[in-house]
C-alpha cells in the first residue's frame, strides 16, 4: 500500500514542479507579501506629497520655537495667523490638507489643544501632535518660572528598554525562530489547501474513477497529502534560501546559527503533525466538492481550521507559558501552530509541556486520518452534489 | 475457454435502493462481455464491485488469475465518466497510470508511442489533454486503459462521444485485444455494436438479471417476430389481433410485435381488409427490441 502511497506522491509533487504558475507563485509568495506591507506606506506617500498646512493662532508667543524644532519629516508646513477665526475657517473650507490650531491661555490652563481640518480625512498629524505638545509643555513649565536647564532635563526622554532573564539579549536570536515558526505555519496553510485544491481538481477532471481502479482510496490520499507535503518542503527551502542569504546580506543577520537550536527538531515535528491533521481534513473535504465555488457554507467554514492558531498569536508570543497558550496547545487544530510559536518564545518548557501536546497531536492526526479517509473514499466518487454533514457524519460511522 | 472473472449472487444496497441484487455471471478469456441495462439498472455499480473500488454487501467475485483480492495491476478499465487531468501531457498520464500498475515503464512508453500512432494521435505525447479535441482524449483514455496489457479489460460506454471513423478503429482493437485473450466486459447503449461484438450478455434491469447467456441462444429464445407496416391506420385498433403481444405507431409507421409462436400467415390473415399496406416488412427482434422492452419490465426471461 505504501508503495502505491509513493507513486501517487511524486506524480502529486512533479506534477506542480513542471507547473510554470506553481514555479513562479513559490518565487512571487514572499515578495507579494513584503509588497503588501510595503504598499500602504507607499500609497501613503502619493498623497504624502503635499503637506499639510497648519496654520498657527499664537496667542502664547511659542510660534518661534514651533518653526524652530519642526523638522521636513512631520510634512507639515507651519504658517502664522493673525487675522480672525472666521475668516480662517472660511479660507481653509473644504481643504483637508488645511487646517489651525488654537495657541492660548485655555490651551494651557486645559492642557488640550485642538487642530481643526479643513476637509474630509484624517492626515497624519502624530508628528505635529508631539511637536505642539512639547512646545506647550516648555511653555507651561516657563510660566512657573522653571529655568531652562531644569526644563532640559525635565522634558528629555528615558529609553526604556526591556530584557528577559531566560532570554537571549540579541533581539534576532529571539526573532529569527518566531519568523521560522510563522513560515512553517504559512506553508503548512498553503500546502494544506494545495491537497484540497488536487482533490477538487482530480474530482473535476473525473481522474477520481481511473485512479481507485489501481490503488485504493487511502492509498491515493495518503499519496495526496505525502506529495503535497515534499511540495511544501521544496517550498519552505526556496524561501529559507533566500530569506537566509537576503538576512546575511543586507542585517548580516547569522540565520543559521539562530536556527541551530536544540528546539529546532520539535518545532518540525509540531509542523509536520499540524500539516497532517490540516491535510487529513482539507483533503476529505476536497473530496466532497467538485469546484471550490460550489463549496457549501459548512464545507468553507472547515477551510478555514487551519487558520484557527491565528486567534492564539496575540497571547502566546505576549506569554509564552501564559493560560492561554497552555489552553491552545491541547486545543484540537491549534496545537501546532500553538506549539510552534511557544518552542520558538518559551525557554522554559519543561519535557511534560512537550510531550503531552505532542502526544495529543499524533492521537489526533491518526483518528483524523481515519476519518478522513472514511469520508475520502466515499465522496471522490459522488457526482453532481455535495453531500450533506449527515451524510457525512454516517460515511463516518460506517 | 477458461472463466477469468466469476461474479456469483452479489448483492448492494444504498441506504433503501437495492442498487444489485443477486447478480451473477462470469467472462472468459478471449470473450467480449456485454453487460447491459437502462441508466441507473446498476451497471456502474457492479463494476465498481468488481474493481473492488466498492464493496459487495454479500456474494462473490473471484478472478481466475488470483487468489486473494482484487488484482488491479491486471485488469484494464475506461470509466464511463470520461476524465484526464489537463494540464498534464498526455504522455505523463499514461506512464503514471501504467506506472500504479506496476508495469515496466520503458516498456508502457514504447508501447504508449506505438498506440497513439495506432489511434492517429503521432505527436500527440507531448500535447496536453486541454489541447486535445474531445474524441482525442477519449482515445488517449483508452490507451490509459489498455497500457498494461491487461487480463480483464472492463470498458463502460466506449463509444459515447466517438465518430463512426474513431468507433471502427475502437471496435476492431477491441476485437484484437479480446483475439490475443483478454476478457472483456463491455457496458454500452449501441445496441447495434453490442451485437455486433459480443458474445455474450447480461442484460440487468433494477439491479437484477433480466437476460443473460449467448447472443445467438438470446437472439433465438427471443425469436420473436415483429411485421413493420408502412401505410395510414391509426384509425385502425391493432391491439385486438390474437397474434399480435404490442403495437407501436409512429404516424404512417406501424410495428405489430407477434407472440410467441405466432405465425406471420396467421397475422395475415387476421389483419382487416381496411389495413392500407404501402409497404411491409417482417423481421426478428433486436438486441435493441429486447433491451427496451426489458427497460420498460417486460422482459423478466432469464436464459441460461
Known amino acids: 500500500m505504501w508503495r502505491d502511497s509513493l ?21 512571487l509568495t514572499p515578495i507579494i507579501m513584503v509588497a503588501f506591507g510595503g504598499i500602504p506606506t507607499l500609497l501613503q506617500r502619493i498623497d504624502a506629497d503635499q503637506p499639510f498646512r497648519l496654520f498657527v493662532v499664537d496667542e502664547l508667543g511659542v510660534y518661534a520655537a514651533l518653526e524652530t524644532l519642526a523638522s521636513p519629516e512631520l510634512n507639515v508646513e507651519l504658517a502664522p495667523f493673525t487675522g ?53 509643555r516648555h511653555r507651561a513649565l516657563e510660566v512657573h518660572g522653571v529655568s531652562a536647564e531644569v526644563m532640559g532635563l525635565a522634558l528629555a526622554p528615558f529609553h526604556i528598554a526591556t530584557v528577559s532573564l531566560t532570554q537571549p539579549d540579541d533581539m534576532f536570536a529571539r526573532i529569527v525562530p518566531m519568523v521560522f515558526g510563522g513560515l512553517i505555519l504559512m506553508a503548512v496553510f498553503i500546502t494544506g489547501m494545495m491537497t484540497l485544491q488536487s482533490a477538487v481538481t482530480e474530482k473535476k477532471d473525473r481522474m477520481a474513477e481511473i485512479l481507485l481502479s489501481s490503488v485504493s482510496p487511502d492509498s491515493l490520499m495518503q499519496g495526496k497529502i505525502i506529495g503535497n507535503c515534499l511540495l511544501g518542503i521544496v517550498q519552505v527551502g526556496t524561501w529559507l534560501v533566500f530569506g537566509i542569504a537576503a538576512a546575511q546580506y543586507y542585517y548580516n543577520v547569522p540565520v543559521l546559527d539562530h536556527l541551530a537550536t536544540p ?11 499540524g500539516y497532517l491533521l490540516y491535510a487529513a481534513v482539507l483533503v476529505a473535504m476536497g473530496a466532497t466538492i467538485e469546484d471550490m465555488a460550489a463549496a457549501t457554507n459548512f464545507q468553507s467554514m472547515v477551510f478555514m481550521v487551519p487558520m484557527m492558531p491565528v486567534l492564539f498569536i496575540g497571547p502566546v508570543i505576549a506569554n509564552p507559558n501564559g493560560l492561554v497558550a497552555q489552553i491552545g496547545s491541547y486545543f484540537p487544530f491549534a496545537a501546532p501552530g500553538v506549539m510552534v510559536m511557544r518552542l520558538a518564545l518559551s525557554t522554559t518548557l519543561s519535557a511534560v509541556d512537550i510531550i503531552l501536546p505532542a502526544v495529543v497531536l499524533v492521537a489526533l492526526t491518526g483518528l483524523m486520518m481515519k476519518l478522513a479517509g472514511k469520508i475520502f473514499r466515499t465522496a471522490m466518487l459522488m457526482y453532481g452534489k455535495s453531500p450533506t454533514p449527515t451524510e457525512m457524519w454516517r460515511w463516518i460511522r460506517q | 475457454m477458461r472463466e477469468l472473472l466469476d461474479v456469483r449472487n452479489i448483492n448492494k444496497t444504498f441506504g433503501q435502493t437495492r442498487a444489485v441484487q443477486d447478480l451473477s455471471f462470469s467472462v472468459q478469456a478471449g470473450e467480449i462481455f456485454g453487460l447491459l441495462g437502462p441508466n441507473g439498472a446498476g451497471k456502474s455499480t457492479t463494476i465498481r464491485c468488481i474493481l473492488g473500488i466498492i464493496l459487495p454487501d454479500s456474494g462473490e467475485i473471484s478472478f481466475a488469475f488470483s487468489d486473494k483480492g ?36 520503458q516498456k508502457a512508453k514504447h508501447r504508449a508511442l506505438e498506440l497513439l500512432e495506432k489511434f492517429g494521435l503521432p505527436g500527440k505525447g507531448k500535447a496536453k489533454v486541454e489541447e486535445l479535441s474531445k474524441g482525442m ?49 463491455l457496458s454500452a447503449h449501441q445496441m447495434h455494436l453490442v451485437e455486433e461484438l459480443c458474445d455474450r450478455i447480461s442484460l440487468i434491469n433494477q439491479g437484477q438479471q433480466a437476460v443473460y447467456g449467448r447472443m445467438s441462444d438470446i437472439k433465438a429464445r427471443f425469436a420473436d417476430l415483429k411485421c413493420v407496416i408502412r401505410g395510414t391506420n391509426l384509425s385502425i385498433d391493432f391491439e385486438d389481433l390474437p397474434s399480435v403481444s404490442r403495437v407501436e405507431q409512429n404516424g404512417d409507421k406501424t410495428t405489430l410485435y407477434l407472440k410467441r409462436n405466432a405465425s406471420m400467415r396467421q397475422l395475415l390473415k387476421e389483419l382487416p381488409l ?23 419490465g417486460g422482459g423478466q426471461h432469464v436464459a441460461r
Open chain 2, 137 to 185: 482524449a477519449q482515445k488517449v483514455q483508452f490507451i490509459a486503459a489498455v497500457i498494461h496489457e491487461p487480463r480483464l479489460l472492463i470498458l463502460d460506454e466506449p463509444f459515447s462521444g466517438l465518430d463512426p471513423v474513431s468507433q471502427d478503429i475502437l471496435k476492431s482493437e477491441v476485437r484484437a485485444l479480446a483475439a490475443q485473450g483478454t476478457a472483456i466486459l
Open chain 1, 84 to 136: 480672525t477665526l472666521s475668516s480662517l475657517k472660511e479660507k481653509i473650507t473644504g481643504e483637508s490638507t488645511m487646517g489651525f490650531v488654537v495657541l492660548d491661555q485655555t490651551a494651557l490652563i486645559t492642557r488640550t489643544a485642538t487642530i481643526t481640518i479643513g476637509g474630509d480625512g484624517m492626515p497624519e498629524l502624530t508628528g505635529v501632535s508631539a511637536l505642539l505638545s512639547a512646545v506647550l
Open chain 2, 274 to 296: 381496411a389495413v392500407e399496406i404501402e409497404e411491409m416488412r417482417v423481421e426478428r427482434i433486436s438486441l435493441h427490441d429486447i433491451f427496451v422492452s426489458v427497460a420498460q
Open chain 1, 263 to 273: 528546539h529546532l527538531p520539535l518545532i518540525l515535528f509540531f509542523a509536520l503533525g
Open chain 1, 7 to 27: 507513486k501517487v506522491a511524486r506524480f502529486e509533487a512533479l506534477k506542480m514542479l513542471k507547473n510554470k504558475s506553481f514555479l513562479i507563485s513559490i518565487l
Open chain 2, 70 to 105: 482484487v488484482p488491479r495491476n491486471h485488469i484494464g478499465y475506461l470509466p464511463e465518466e470520461r476524465g484526464l487531468y489537463k494540464d498534464v501531457p498526455v504522455l505523463d498520464i499514461i506512464l503514471y497510470l501504467a506506472s500504479l500498475k506496476d508495469y515496466p515503464v
